[in-house]
Every structure is written in structure tokens, then in C-alpha cells.
């Protein structure tokens, strides 16, 4: 199979969905362009502020895109091309495209706020914790998944001298870090031009690039870049905000919409043959390390088809600036199915890349700069290039992960009458969040990235469960939004089921541990949740529409 | 242009985003107006409570009125504006910037004054920038002959006090 053509009827998939399916829901769930949006009627400025749809677009997108789309799709290829191709196509229609647009339109709808804090407000102050400790747990469990990813992708393997790519990644990785906060106090304290700094500043990424292309000096093992990143992640978290991160996540921007567009590209000119097999049935791996096409699939692809993040971005800020209700369809549902574009980008690379061996980030990397080639980019550099924007993209998220597990940490170890406690100190929090994530490295991101998919689908369940509760107590239809929320469920506890008795069986105690943890605080929440929206009758005003 | 006239058009265009504070006695010093803004970023999860990262960023301006500016007056207005630097700003976590920016008004200004105000500098940084910077800006109007002086940090909010006529 032309994989020109599965990116066609994906990209066409997605179009029909949007203009067919799409207005349907918008008519089924009442979207109503004459109706005064929160951002109108509660304007403030500082949260509530109405946003051009397009320029909103942009954000959402770039809050809810991370390395989890290009991830997951990479690791669900074991599974065969065809499975992981429908399920980033129906997914993403059906499941995360609705999801994410539900939970918009319903915040829009509640004031613009939160699907979490509908849910926190109602299920109680045990709720609240449970909610808590579910997601910490699911923040470690991304921190040392993308911490493991990136060591792997920036190791030098003394026994082979000759593959320096990591080498080169990394060293340009080092670089881009450097040249950010240079860039940033340039900006921010100099006072130099934003625009004239931008082109420099894009102008002098390519020469990080350049540089550690030609001079790999950081030839290290990938303990060492397990320790150098783990550093990373906790100053990252801990120095001021403008002085890293955010020139780093600006300059970001550029390498992203720059890979983006090369691979789109690359793949136009290659058009290449889908290499791996379409499918190898419902069983992958023997013994410990058996796979099953349900649930595995589903919770491994991860947010390339549907994550319970994006409603948390969606209702938390995108909410509070959409100006008008019809907006919230490109928002949410587009941003969506922009996302599982990537994600079928993700899987032709990897299938481009067929054979290649290594981190995901490695094998993507590997395809695309094939891809890019096509247009007269070498290889090697493009392999440079698509590492060094994938690692960024990991390590925005391995910020922000550890940022808000630093918060809820601070938040549990706070007395009940506000009195703070030495673990509650930003830097004690810190470490206990990074350390804790350092400890599952010698797991791996193979045996880590199931379980966070699984507690990141579950997010998404319980989302859709919100809005489902909302649409029936409006009296409006919620086919569209019960039927995934039941697979999510269904999909979910299965998984972690599976994962908790396969670590336990392969003697990954602490795996099968945090597994076993999860699932038993995933019934415990759904069933609150469910109690809380079905069962006491005066708590629905919170729900009302 | 009057003294009266300048100070009514700076705090229309002030007021719409700085809160104001009129003839305040500040260090012994009388100042004729005290003008502040705020402005705090940040990134929230789940409710507005539940704050990622946040920084702050702030606008002091200092306005005194004299008759005739001398650099006299610019040495003990400055230092002025340093004592307030070092004992009225206690940078947290959250503090990215603050300019601190004191406007002298007079009817005239000699051109001491002027090359005195264009040599004044004072910057701070606290902890390594780690809590961020805090820069003076002066600013010296003359009304009588249109004139203004800024220092090289001034330049930038040059315009603000141009006149309008």
C-alpha cells in the first residue's frame, strides 16, 4: 500500500468528518453562533479574553500536540500498519475529536470552566484526593517515559563509534538549550527586537544543528544522559519561567512547524510503500512480553486518536477565549483531527523506517529524514534535525509534567488548614517528583508508556462521562459521547488488568505495582463520578446547562 | 505648555492601566503622583487555583514637579530613586521585572541637568537574575521649551511623556 494514499483518505476521511459528522453533532448538541460565548460576557482580560478562531486554533494545537502523538503510533506498529491507521482515523472522529470538543463546548458552556474542576467541585474533598494521586501517579509515569526516550536517542554506545547520531542530537540538543536562554536575555533584558532576534535566533538553531552535526563532542553513555536530563528536568522546573523555558518553547515553535511541513513534503515527493506488514494478528510476543490487539492497541497509540489531557486544555484556557460557539468545532474537533495527521505521519515514517532499530525517536526520525531527503536534505543532517525537534517536543512535555506533579505534591503535603510542611517546600517537591520518576528508568519506556497511555485514556473516559452526564441532564442526545466513553472505560481497566498481571508475572514489582494502583483508583473514581452525576440529585446544579 | 494641562493628558493616558496616587510624601521626598501597574502571567491545570508557573512583571512611576531642574535636583532625585530600588523592592519567586521610572517636571532645565540625567544609570539584578532585574528609568521635562532628557534606559518610554499639545 502507497502510503500517499492512506494519507489522502486520512486527511479526506478527516475533511468528511468534519464537514458531515461535525455539523451533525453541532446540531445535536445545540452549538449556537447567536449565543453570548464566556469570553464575551465575563471578559476580563487576563483569562477571559475572545480569541480570533484561527489564531486560537494555533494555540490550542500547540498546548495539546506533544512527542505523544509520533510515540504512540511508532510503538503501536508492532501491531501491524492497518489496526493502528483505523484506529488514529476512527479515533480521532469518533473518539478524541469528540472528547475534546465535547469537553470545550461544555465549558463553554459553564462558564468557561473545567471539565476537572466540574468534576473536582462535585465528587468532594476524597474525590478530590483519589483525582490526585491518579494523576500524580500518571505525571511520573510521563516524566520517566520521555526521560527514558530521550537518554536512549542521545547514547553513544562506545562499541560502535561509528552511530554518532545520538552523539550529534544531543550535542545539538545542549546547544539549542544555550542558545535559548541567550536568546531570552537578549529579549527580555536587552530589550532587543522580537523580530530581528527571531530570525537570529531561527537563524542560529540551524547552526546548533550544523554544529553538532560536524563536532559530536557529547559522546555520552545513556546513564549519563539519564542523570544530565534528570538536572535538566529540575532546574526546568524550578528557575523562572521566562528565563528557559519559555524562549526554548518559542524557538520550539519554528523547529516544529519546520519539521512538520518538511515531512508532509518528503512524503509527497517519496510517496513510499508501507514496509512493515499490514497486519500480524490479534497476538504480538510471547510469554511476559504477549501484546493483545484489545486493549493494547488502543492505550499504546495514546493521544494520536484520543487523550484525556487535551479536555483539561481544552475547558482550562481555550474555553475562557473562544468568541463564538461555532468556533469551538474548529477548535476542538479540528485541532483534533489536525493531530491525528501527525499521527498518521508518525506511522509512515516508522513503517518508511522499517528495520530501523531504537528509540521511537530514533525510528521517526530515521523515516522522516529519508523523507526529507527527497528534497535534497542529507540524511544525516536531517536525522540531527528531526531528533533535535522531537526531543524538544519531550522535553516541553517533561517540563510541564513535572511542573504540575511538583504542584499536586505541594497540594497533598499541605495540611488541611493550609499549614505548609517541609515536603511542600518548591524544591523538596521537586526531587521527590523527579526522583520518583528516575527510580522507574530501569524499567523502561517500553514497559512504562502502556500504563500512562492507559491512565491518559482513562482521563479521557472521564471526561467524556461529564459530558455525557451534562448532555442528558439538557435532554439532549449523548449516543455520540456514551458509546466511546464505555470503550474508553472498557479499554482502560483492561489494559492496566493485563499490564499489572504481565509485570507481575516478569518480576517488575514496582510496574505491576503502580498498575494494580491505578486501576483500583480508576473504579474507585468511576464509580464516585457516576454516583456523583447520577446519584445525588442535588448536586446536579453543577452540571446544569 | 502649563504644568496643570501636562499632568491632566499623562494621567488620562496613564490611568487606563496604572492605578494612581496623588502628592504622597515618600522618604521625606514629596512626589505629585505615584503611578503602578501589574501585569502577572501564568500557566493554571484544572481551576485558576492550581497555578504551573507564574511571573510577574511591574511598572513604578515616580512624578516630582520643581520649578527649575538643576543637577542638583537630578542627584538627589536619583538618589531618590535608588533608595526606593533597593528598600521598597522585595523580589519573589515570581518576579521577573521591575522599571522604576521617576519623571521630573520643571519649566525649565539647564544643560547640566541634561547631561546629568542622560549619565544616570542604575540597574539591579537579585540573585543572579534568578528573581529577576530591576532597571531605573529618568525621565526630565522641560515645559517651557518643549525639551525632554531621558537616560538610555529612559529612551524606551520616551514617547509617554512627549508632549501633547
Known amino acids: 500500500m502507497n502510503s500517499l494514499v492512506l ?40 483569562d477571559y479574553c475572545p480569541a480570533n478562531a484561527k489564531v486560537l486554533l494555533g494555540h490550542h494545537f500547540s498546548s495539546i500536540a506533544g512527542a505523544g502523538p509520533i510515540t504512540g503510533p511508532i510503538q503501536a506498529a508492532i501491531f501491524g500498519w492497518l489496526p493502528v491507521y483505523l484506529w488514529i482515523v476512527l479515533g480521532s472522529i469518533f473518539v478524541g475529536g469528540v472528547h475534546d470538543w465535547g469537553a470545550l463546548f461544555a465549558s463553554v458552556r459553564h462558564e468557561g470552566k473545567s471539565i476537572g474542576e466540574i468534576i473536582r467541585a462535585n465528587i468532594g474533598e476524597n474525590g478530590k484526593k483519589l483525582f490526585n494521586i491518579f494523576a500524580y501517579l500518571t505525571l511520573i509515569l510521563v516524566v520517566a517515559a520521555f526521560t527514558d526516550i530521550c537518554a536512549g536517542t542521545f547514547a553513544y554506545d562506545a562499541a560502535k563509534p561509528e552511530a554518532i547520531t545520538g552523539a550529534r542530537a544531543g550535542t545539538a540538543s545542549i546547544l539549542f538549550i544555550l542558545l535559548a536562554m541567550g536568546f531570552g536575555y537578549f529579549v527580555y533584558r536587552k ?78 515527493l517519496v510517496r513510499p510503500t508501507m514496509a512493515i506488514p499490514a497486519s500480524v494478528g490479534f497476538t504480538v510476543g510471547e510469554g511476559a512480553k504477549t501484546q493483545y490487539l484489545f486493549p493494547m492497541l488502543f492505550v499504546i497509540v495514546a493521544c494520536g486518536a484520543v487523550s484525556g489531557f487535551h479536555s483539561l ?105 493550609g499549614t505548609k510542611t517541609a515536603l511542600t517546600n518548591m524544591h523538596a517537591s521537586t526531587a521527590i517528583t523527579v526522583g520518583l520518576s528516575a527510580l522507574l528508568l530501569t524499567y523502561g519506556y517500553q514497559k512504562i508508556w502502556p500504563i500512562f497511555g492507559s491512565a491518559n ?59 494494580s494502583v491505578l486501576f483500583i483508583l480508576a473504579l474507585v473514581l468511576i464509580i464516585t463520578t457516576i454516583n456523583t452525576f447520577f446519584g445525588d440529585k442535588s448536586k446536579n446544579k453543577n452540571v446544569d446547562a | 505648555m502649563k504644568y496643570e494641562e501636562y499632568i491632566n493628558t499623562l494621567t488620562l493616558k ?32 484544572i481551576t485558576k487555583n492550581d497555578i504551573i508557573d507564574k511571573y510577574e ?59 546629568a540625567v542622560e549619565k544616570y544609570i542604575y540597574r539591579k539584578a537579585f540573585n543572579f537574575y534568578l528573581k529577576g532585574w530591576c532597571d531605573v528609568r529618568l525621565v526630565c521635562v522641560g515645559l517651557d521649551d518643549n525639551e525632554i532628557a531621558t537616560n538610555s534606559d529612559g529612551k524606551k518610554v520616551k514617547k509617554v511623556y512627549e508632549f501633547i499639545s
Open chain 1, 7 to 46: 494519507l489522502f483518505i486520512g486527511i479526506a476521511a478527516f475533511l468528511t468528518a468534519y464537514a458531515f459528522y461535525g455539523k451533525w453533532l453541532a446540531k445535536q448538541w445545540g452549538v449556537d453562533p447567536t449565543k453570548k460565548t464566556p469570553s464575551c460576557t465575563m471578559r476580563d482580560d487576563i
Open chain 1, 191 to 268: 530589550g532587543a527586537s522580537l523580530s530581528v532576534s527571531t530570525v537570529v535566533g531561527v537563524a542560529l538553531l540551524f547552526f546548533c544543528i550544523w554544529i553538532g552535526y560536524q563536532f559530536p563532542i557529547l559522546k555520552l553513555s545513556k546513564f549519563a544522559w539519564d542523570v544530565i536530563l534528570i538536572i535538566y528536568i529540575f532546574l526546568a522546573s524550578t528557575l523562572p519561567v521566562w528565563l528557559l523555558l519559555q524562549p526554548r518553547d518559542y524557538l520550539c515553535s519554528f523547529l516544529l512547524y519546520s519539521m512538520l511541513a518538511g515531512a508532509v513534503i518528503g512524503v509527497l
Open chain 1, 313 to 417: 486544555v481544552a475547558s482550562g484556557t481555550s474555553s475562557k477565549q473562544v468568541e463564538n460557539e461555532k468556533d469551538t468545532k474548529l477548535i476542538g474537533y479540528g485541532a483534533m483531527l489536525i493531530e491525528g495527521v501527525v499521527a498518521i505521519i508518525a506511522l509512515i515514517a516508522v513503517s518508511h523506517a522499517a528495520g530501523a532499530k531504537g528509540t521511537p525517536a530514533q525510528i521517526f526520525a530515521a523515516g522522516v529524514a529519508e523523507f526529507m531527503s527527497s528534497f535534497g536534505l542529507p540524511v544525516d543532517v536531517g536525522v540531527v534535525f528531526v531528533t533535535l525537534a522531537f526531543s524538544a517536543f519531550a522535553l516541553t512535555s517533561l517540563d510541564t509534567a513535572t511542573r504540575i506533579g511538583r504542584y499536586m505534591f505541594q497540594e497533598m503535603t499541605t495540611k488541611a488548614d
Open chain 1, 457 to 515: 485514556q482513562l482521563l479521557a473516559g472521564l471526561s467524556l462521562l461529564a459530558v455525557s452526564a451534562w448532555l442528558a441532564k439538557s435532554g439532549k442526545k449523548n449516543t455520540m459521547t456514551v458509546v466511546p466513553m464505555v470503550f474508553m472505560f472498557c479499554v482502560t481497566l483492561t489494559a492496566l488488568v493485563l499490564v499489572a498481571k504481565g509485570n507481575f508475572a516478569g518480576g517488575n514489582i514496582v510496574i505491576g505495582t503502580i498498575a
Open chain 2, 14 to 45: 496613564l490611568e487606563r492601566n496604572f492605578i494612581i496616587e496623588r502628592d504622597i510624601v515618600l522618604f521625606g521626598n514629596r512626589i505629585e503622583m505615584l503611578a503602578k501597574y501589574s501585569n502577572i502571567c501564568g500557566r493554571t491545570f
Open chain 2, 57 to 115: 512583571n511591574h511598572e513604578h512611576i515616580y512624578l516630582k514637579k520643581l520649578d527649575n531642574v538643576t543637577e542638583e535636583d537630578i542627584e538627589s532625585f536619583g538618589q531618590f530613586l535608588k533608595k526606593i530600588t533597593d528598600d521598597c523592592i522585595i523580589p519573589d519567586r515570581d518576579h521577573m521585572s521591575t522599571y522604576i521610572t521617576g519623571v521630573l517636571i520643571g519649566n525649565t532645565m539647564n544643560e547640566d541637568a541634561i547631561k
